[in-house]
């Protein structure tokens, strides 16, 4: 079972990513390391061309609208229901805890560690099963890629966090967001690889977003990340290219783990899930080589990789 966290400090808390104290152990230069501790795209959306005007304004309703209409669009989010764009999943996730009063929250582990962090700190009770008042299900999860059924959203506050389900969308739960008290979290940086631009969704009944948007403040997105996610959210095109390539890609990677004796133990099409006999020797001689992988303090078996980018496939092949 992943440990309920006692603190808040995310400086504490387990994440993939953190290349620079990994370059600082094992040496090299930043730019020489392949990062696959995170499951972000590593063929991102291109950018647009950003006129001087979207760096310089504040962030116009306009341009809110066009990219709440493109998500809605994209995602298929029943018209009952209402989309606040923020920046990035993680500000909603700290914020969501305090729609309602403290009490118990399931949060069937392993999973993502911030949801337990976020409830913890506005006073709830974590436990990983029997009833509870609110309910975290993250689908497709992270980093088994356990898919979620509409059965289980069966709390007064449910959370769905697909922030993975772009590579699946046929397993998304956006439809139950016309019922109250449930919330479907959206990431835009893993499927379309642009983490650092910060956009995240939240989707549930109207006085749901109002009271989140309230919590955000005003211009909680900034006018490149809106620009940059309707551009995206209308290219379908380029959704369905992406996806049959990182089927691909993540077919071959779990070709590479397998014939070096790993056992896939789950994943998603953005990363993959691996059994092997110690995964903290595997990171080490990955590490060695500048390759970062993901393993996690609650087993000593799984290890979890991202996708290579392009020029790095050989150079993860020579590693293992």
């Given at each position: 079972?992943?440990?309920?966290?006692?603190?808040?400090?995310?400086?504490?808390?387990?994440?993939?990513?953190?290349?620079?104290?990994?370059?600082?152990?094992?040496?090299?230069?930043?730019?020489?390391?392949?990062?696959?501790?995170?499951?972000?795209?590593?063929?991102?959306?291109?950018?647009?061309?950003?006129?001087?005007?979207?760096?310089?304004?504040?962030?116009?309703?306009?341009?809110?609208?066009?990219?709440?209409?493109?998500?809605?669009?994209?995602?298929?989010?029943?018209?009952?229901?209402?989309?606040?764009?923020?920046?990035?999943?993680?500000?909603?996730?700290?914020?969501?805890?305090?729609?309602?009063?403290?009490?118990?929250?399931?949060?069937?582990?392993?999973?993502?560690?911030?949801?337990?962090?976020?409830?913890?700190?506005?006073?709830?009770?974590?436990?990983?099963?029997?009833?509870?008042?609110?309910?975290?299900?993250?689908?497709?999860?992270?980093?088994?890629?356990?898919?979620?059924?509409?059965?289980?959203?069966?709390?007064?506050?449910?959370?769905?966090?697909?922030?993975?389900?772009?590579?699946?969308?046929?397993?998304?739960?956006?439809?139950?967001?016309?019922?109250?008290?449930?919330?479907?979290?959206?990431?835009?940086?893993?499927?379309?690889?642009?983490?650092?631009?910060?956009?995240?969704?939240?989707?549930?009944?109207?006085?749901?977003?109002?009271?989140?948007?309230?919590?955000?403040?005003?211009?909680?997105?900034?006018?490149?990340?809106?620009?940059?996610?309707?551009?995206?959210?209308?290219?379908?095109?380029?959704?369905?290219?992406?996806?049959?390539?990182?089927?691909?890609?993540?077919?071959?990677?779990?070709?590479?783990?397998?014939?070096?004796?790993?056992?896939?133990?789950?994943?998603?099409?953005?990363?993959?899930?691996?059994?092997?006999?110690?995964?903290?020797?595997?990171?080490?001689?990955?590490?060695?080589?500048?390759?970062?992988?993901r393993t996690f303090p609650y087993s000593k078996t799984f290890l979890r990789l991202g996708l290579p980018p392009a020029d790095g496939w050989q150079r993860l092949q020579d590693a293992v």
């Amino acid at each position: 079972m992943l440990c309920s966290p006692t603190h808040t400090n995310t400086a504490h808390r387990d994440h993939g990513g953190r290349i620079d104290a990994a370059v600082q152990h094992y040496g090299g230069n930043r730019d020489e390391w392949i990062d696959l501790s995170t499951g972000i795209n590593p063929e991102p959306y291109p950018l647009p061309d950003f006129g001087p005007q979207v760096w310089a304004a504040l962030p116009d309703e306009a341009a809110q609208l066009a990219l709440v209409n493109a998500a809605r669009t994209f995602w298929s989010v029943p018209d009952e229901a209402a989309i606040l764009a923020a920046p990035g999943a993680s500000a909603l996730i700290a914020r969501i805890p305090a729609l309602a009063p403290a009490a118990r929250v399931q949060i069937t582990t392993p999973t993502y560690n911030e949801h337990a962090a976020a409830f913890v700190a506005n006073g709830w009770a974590v436990h990983a099963d029997g009833p509870a008042e609110a309910r975290v299900l993250v689908n497709p999860n992270n980093p088994d890629g356990r898919q979620w059924q509409s059965s289980d959203a069966n709390s007064e506050l449910t959370v769905i966090d697909e922030s993975f389900c772009d590579v699946t969308p046929a397993s998304s739960l956006v439809g139950l967001t016309t019922r109250p008290g449930c919330i479907v979290l959206k990431s835009f940086g893993k499927f379309w690889g642009l983490a650092g631009l910060r956009l995240g969704f939240a989707i549930a009944a109207p006085e749901t977003i109002n009271r989140l948007s309230d919590m955000l403040g005003p211009w909680p997105v900034s006018g490149p990340a809106l620009c940059t996610g309707a551009k995206a959210l209308r290219d379908v095109d380029w959704a369905v290219q992406t996806r049959a390539r990182l089927r691909t890609d993540a077919n071959r990677l779990d070709q590479i783990m397998t014939a070096r004796g790993a056992e896939i133990a789950g994943g998603t099409d953005l990363f993959r899930l691996y059994s092997v006999d110690d995964a903290a020797a595997w990171q080490d001689k990955l590490a060695k080589r500048h390759i970062w992988s993901r393993t996690f303090p609650y087993s000593k078996t799984f290890l979890r990789l991202g996708l290579p980018p392009a020029d790095g496939w050989q150079r993860l092949q020579d590693a293992v």
